[in-house]
């Protein structure tokens, strides 16, 4: 097994593997009270500074997930829902790659006006072993004149606003029936039960960082948008994939003129087709690796 810039180790196999058993389990939000668990995410942790594991160098499989949906509007502007506008972007970005691409596998985590608990996204994407996921999210900030786009991988925040941004896209886990149950206990709003994701980064770290530099270049260069950059956040759809993950904030509710903008055919297609270009060119790098 090689990796996207070319390291090979033969343990690179079973912690991939692994770390697809452990996302798919349901009890991994207590890890002092099964040391095994404990002792595998801290094993994973070893990966950090490697890049991501790529079997067999293609990227067939992607799983695109329009946030929120359904009970859940997501983030609220003045005439716009996030839930509305992440559903219009994900289907064109869909339609993109299923034109252009013939060879790649589309899966979405829903196609319409449907609410998906947070905890099924990333098992869809598990169950059909994608290459890469991608959740697709509308921005919110008390201060309106905040604009622009943002691409998150999973990690731990290094800064406070970021982190409120993880707590607000996790906060959707609320809305889940016995999401105590389901989530073992995690409290969004809890800074306490983040300190689960300071155990594991994820092993597929490198590679979303790529794509999401990918995704940002596109949006400031080819689609025209103000890029605040790639950063890191904890999140829970993002720690739970067992492949390259990225959440994409395509704009800012808050900001009317960014709302005009987010809720126009226009400014979707951009937006859709910029994530395609990215797409495209990450699809081409990864399988140009001998």
């Not at 697809?20 to 002792?39: D, G, T, Y």
């Not at 970005?93 to 985590?109: A, F, M, Q, R």
């Not at 994409?248 to 003129?257: A, Q, V």
Request: aromatic content about 12%; charged content about 25%; overall charge neutral.
């Amino acid at each position: 097994m090689r990796t996207l810039f070319g390291l090979y180790t033969p343990f690179c196999d079973f912690f991939a593997f692994l770390r697809k058993v452990i996302a798919n389990l349901v009890i991994i939000i207590k890890p002092l009270k099964n040391l095994s668990i404990s002792a595998a995410l801290i094993a994973i942790t070893m990966l950090n500074s490697a890049s991501a594991p790529l079997t067999d160098f293609k990227v067939d499989v992607v799983v695109i997930d329009a946030g929120h949906g359904g009970r859940d509007p997501g983030s609220l502007g003045l005439k716009g829902k996030e839930k509305d506008i992440t559903l219009k972007i994900a289907l064109k970005l869909g339609k993109y790659i299923e034109e252009n691409l013939p060879d790649v596998k589309v899966v979405y985590t829903r196609k319409g006006d449907t609410f998906p608990a947070l905890e099924e996204r990333p098992k869809i994407a598990n169950r059909n072993n994608a290459d890469l996921f991608i959740s697709i999210h509308a921005n919110y900030n008390p201060n309106t004149k905040a604009f622009g786009t943002e691409t998150y991988i999973m990690g731990l925040a290094k800064e406070q606003k970021n982190f409120e941004v993880a707590k607000r896209e996790n906060s959707v886990i609320l809305l889940d029936e016995n999401y105590k149950e389901k989530y073992e206990g995690f409290d969004p709003e809890s800074p306490e039960s983040y300190i689960l994701f300071s155990l594991t980064q994820s092993a597929f770290q490198e590679n979303s960082l790529s794509f999401a530099h990918k995704v940002e270049s596109q949006f400031k260069n080819r689609v025209g948008r103000h890029s605040r950059g790639v950063k890191q956040g904890p999140f829970w759809v993002l720690w739970s994939t067992a492949m390259p993950s990225v959440l994409i904030e395509t704009g800012f509710l808050s900001n009317e003129k960014e709302e005009q903008y987010l809720l126009s055919t226009q400014g979707q297609d951009y937006i859709a087709s910029g994530i395609y270009r990215a797409f495209k060119e990450y699809k081409a790098e990864v399988e140009a690796v001998k």
